[in-house]
T-cell receptor
Framework: KAGVTQTPRYLIKTRGQQVTLSCSPI?????VSWYQQTPGQGLQFLFE???????NKGNFPGRFSGRQFSNSRSEMNVSTLELGDSALYLC??????????????FGPGTRLTVL | DQQVKQNSPSLSVQEGRISILNCDYT??????FLWYKKYPAEGPTFLIS?????DKNEDGRFTVFLNKSAKHLSLHIVPSQPGDSAVYFC???????????????FGKGTKLTVNP
C-alpha cells in the first residue's frame, strides 16, 4: 500500500507570494492533518480535515488555509508569504475521524523556503 | 508558551541499556498523550500512546508512564538498539471544548543516539 505522498518535496518562494502544497493520503484514509515544523517552534498542528470538512484547527493566522477534496486528497495554501513561513510542512492521514487520537501516518514533507 | 516540554535536546545511551525520554506538560486539560519518532528526511512515525486515565502503557520494548500529579510522562525503551536512534517527539491532545477544536501540541523533541 502506498504511503502518504506530498508534492512538491521542495519549494522556493519570495515574500508576498502565495503557495499551494498537495497531500495524497493513504488509500482508504479519509482524514488528513497538516503540520508545520521549524527549528524554533518545533512541530505545530495546523488543521485537520475529514470528509471535506475542517474538523480541528491550530493557532495559525488566516493566511494558512486548506481544503479537502472528495477523493480525500488535500491542499494547503499559504498566502502573503513571510520569511517565518520557511518550514517543513508535513501531512498525515488516518483512516477515520478523531484522527488526533488515532495513529497518524505521515508523509515525508514539503520543504518550503521563503526568500 | 510551551505547553509540552522536552527539556533534554539529546540523549546518548549504550546498546542494550535502557533509554528514558522525558516530557513535562503544563495544561492539566490534556487528555491523551502520544510519542512519535522521526528519522532524518522522513515524516514522524507513531510509536505509542496513553490516555490520561491510565498511568502505564506497554508495547514490546516501549513503555510510556504517565504521572498526572507531576504533569510528567516518560518513554522507556528496553533494550535500546542502534535502530532506535532518532528524534522522539512527545505530544498531547487538548479535547474539543464547546465551539472549539481539538488541538495536538508537540514538544520540541529529544534526539536519541544509541551507540553500538
Amino acid at each position: 500500500k502506498a504511503g502518504v505522498t506530498q508534492t512538491p518535496r521542495y519549494l522556493i518562494k519570495t515574500r508576498g507570494q502565495q503557495v499551494t502544497l498537495s497531500c495524497s493520503p493513504i488509500s482508504g484514509h479519509r482524514s488528513v492533518s497538516w503540520y508545520q515544523q521549524t527549528p524554533g517552534q518545533g512541530l505545530q498542528f495546523l488543521f485537520e480535515y475529514f470528509s471535506e470538512t475542517q474538523r480541528n484547527k491550530g493557532n495559525f493566522p488566516g493566511r494558512f488555509s486548506g481544503r479537502q477534496f472528495s477523493n480525500s486528497r488535500s491542499e494547503m495554501n499559504v498566502s502573503t508569504l513571510e520569511l517565518g513561513d520557511s518550514a517543513l510542512y508535513l501531512c498525515a492521514s488516518s483512516p477515520s475521524a478523531g484522527s488526533l487520537y488515532n495513529e497518524q501516518f505521515f508523509g515525508p514533507g514539503t520543504r518550503l523556503t521563503v526568500l | 508558551d510551551q505547553q509540552v516540554k522536552q527539556n533534554s535536546p539529546s540523549l546518548s545511551v549504550q546498546e542494550g541499556r535502557i533509554s528514558i525520554l522525558n516530557c513535562d506538560y503544563t495544561n492539566s486539560m490534556f487528555d491523551y498523550f502520544l510519542w512519535y519518532k522521526k528519522y532524518p528526511a522522513e515524516g514522524p512515525t507513531f510509536l505509542i500512546s496513553i490516555s490520561s486515565i491510565k498511568d502505564k502503557n506497554e508495547d514490546g520494548r516501549f513503555t510510556v508512564f504517565l504521572n498526572k500529579s507531576a504533569k510528567h510522562l516518560s518513554l522507556h525503551i528496553v533494550p535500546s538498539q542502534p535502530g532506535d536512534s532518532a528524534v522522539y517527539f512527545c505530544a498531547a491532545i487538548l479535547p474539543r471544548t464547546q465551539g472549539g477544536s481539538e488541538k495536538l501540541v508537540f514538544g520540541k523533541g529529544t534526539k536519541l543516539t544509541v551507540n553500538p
